[in-house]
C-alpha cells in the first residue's frame, strides 16, 4: 500500500447509525487532515491533527468524533448524522502542520463517499 | 464576498486546445499557491505549486500568479482528453490550517 488509503470508499447510512471513516497513510507523514467536499462547493477543513495532537477543529459539529492514534491513522466517527453531511470526506496528510512549502504539501486520499439516509 | 473564486464551469475544449483556468482571491495575506486536478472518483493530486508572483512551467502546465490584481492561473497546452478532471486551485498563508482555502473547482472536459 501507498500514499494514503481511506476506507470503506461508499457508505450508506440511516440518521441513527454510529459508523466510522478509517484512514492510512504510508508516507511517514506527521500531520494528518479530514476534509469535507460537497458538489460544486470548496473544500472544507474539518480537523487537523499534527504529531498527533488536534490543532484545528473548524467548529465541526459533534457529531463528527475524529481520532488519530498515532501519526499514521485517523478516524471520523459519526453518529446521528443529517442529511445534508452526505458528501465526499477527504483525507489529507502533509509532512508536518506547519509551513507550506514545495515539499510540505497535501496528498490525499481517494475519499470516502458518504450518503445519509 | 467568497474568499476564492472560480468558475465551475464545465469547460468543453477540443483535443489539442490551450485551456485557461483561473482563480481570483480576497486575502493578501496569500504566499503560496498550488493547482490541484481530482479525477472522478479520486481524491485531489497536487499538479502546481508556486511561492509568490511568477510563472512556473512543468511540461505542458504553466502557472502564473499575480498577486497585485489577486489572480491566478492555469495554463494547458496540447490539452489531452487524459486532462479531462477538475481542477481546484488553492492558496495559503505561510502555514497550513484555516488559512489554507481551496475555490470550488473546474470541470474540464477535453473531446478527441
Known amino acids: 500500500e501507498t500514499g494514503v488509503t481511506q476506507t470503506p470508499r461508499h457508505l450508506v447510512m440511516g440518521m441513527t447509525n454510529k459508523k466510522s471513516l478509517k484512514c492510512e497513510q504510508h508516507l511517514g507523514h506527521n500531520a494528518m487532515y479530514w476534509y469535507k467536499q460537497s458538489a460544486k462547493k470548496p473544500l472544507e477543513l474539518m480537523f487537523v491533527?499534527?504529531?498527533?495532537?488536534?490543532?484545528e477543529n473548524n467548529s465541526v459539529p459533534s457529531r463528527f468524533s475524529p481520532e488519530c492514534p498515532n501519526s499514521s491513522h485517523l478516524f471520523l466517527h459519526l453518529h446521528t448524522l443529517q442529511p445534508e453531511d452526505s458528501a465526499l470526506y477527504l483525507c489529507?496528510?502533509?509532512?508536518?502542520?506547519?509551513?507550506?512549502?514545495?515539499?510540505?504539501?497535501?496528498?490525499f486520499g481517494a475519499g470516502s463517499r458518504l450518503t445519509v439516509l | 464576498q467568497k474568499e476564492v473564486e472560480q468558475d465551475p464551469g464545465p469547460l468543453s475544449v477540443p483535443e489539442g486546445a490551450i485551456v485557461s483556468l483561473n482563480c481570483t482571491y480576497s486575502?493578501?495575506?496569500?504566499?503560496?499557491f498550488m493547482w490541484y486536478r481530482q479525477y472522478s472518483r479520486k481524491g485531489p493530486e497536487l499538479l502546481m505549486y508556486t511561492y509568490s508572483s511568477g510563472n512556473k512551467e512543468d511540461g505542458r502546465f504553466t502557472a502564473q500568479v499575480d498577486k497585485s490584481s489577486k489572480y491566478i492561473s492555469l495554463f494547458i497546452r496540447d490539452s489531452q482528453p487524459s486532462d479531462s478532471a477538475t481542477y481546484l486551485c488553492?492558496?495559503?498563508?505561510?502555514?497550513?490550517?484555516?488559512?489554507?482555502?481551496f475555490g470550488p473547482g473546474t470541470r474540464l472536459s477535453v473531446l478527441p
Open positions: 491533527y499534527n504529531f498527533k495532537e488536534q490543532t
Open positions: 488553492a492558496m495559503s498563508g505561510e502555514n497550513y490550517g484555516q488559512n489554507f482555502v
Open positions: 486575502n493578501s495575506a496569500f504566499q503560496y
Open positions: 489529507a496528510s502533509s509532512q508536518d502542520g506547519g509551513r507550506v512549502t514545495g515539499a510540505n504539501v497535501l496528498t
